[in-house]
């Protein structure tokens, strides 16, 4: 199975977990108690959490690379977070697609 363009080796992205739904149709970052409450209920209602990355505001919409592993589920505890994410990334048209492999905090 072919995704598209991707990049040769795993790519590190630094940037903040988000509520994808929130930022592209509010601007809405995490960023505060009552924001962080609302996208943690949209994120287990099914919304999808994804990557802001620092510098170039490009998101990416996270998919895992363990089967039975849901992105959301691994992502809800960095909401908000300035995280470094390891991967591979996937671009097609104006999607970017990052197919994570290591997350953590990060201190940049």
């Given at each position: 199975m072919s995704l598209g363009q991707s990049s040769k080796k795993?790519?590190?992205i630094y940037g903040e977990v988000i509520d994808i739904s929130?930022?592209?149709?509010?601007?809405?970052k995490p960023d505060t108690p009552d924001?962080?409450?609302?996208?943690?209920a949209s994120a287990k209602g099914g919304n999808p959490l994804g990557i802001l990355e620092k510098g170039t505001g490009k998101v990416y919409v996270v998919t895992m690379n363990q089967a039975n592993t849901s992105a959301n589920s691994t992502l809800l505890p960095y909401l908000g977070?300035?995280?470094?994410?390891t991967g591979k990334v996937y671009k097609?048209?104006?999607?970017?697609l990052?197919?994570?492999i290591d997350i953590g905090k990060s201190v940049k």
């Open positions: 795993d790519a590190t929130s930022y592209v149709a509010n601007g809405m924001r962080k409450a609302l996208a943690e977070l300035r995280i470094f994410a097609r048209g104006g999607v970017l990052f197919l994570l």
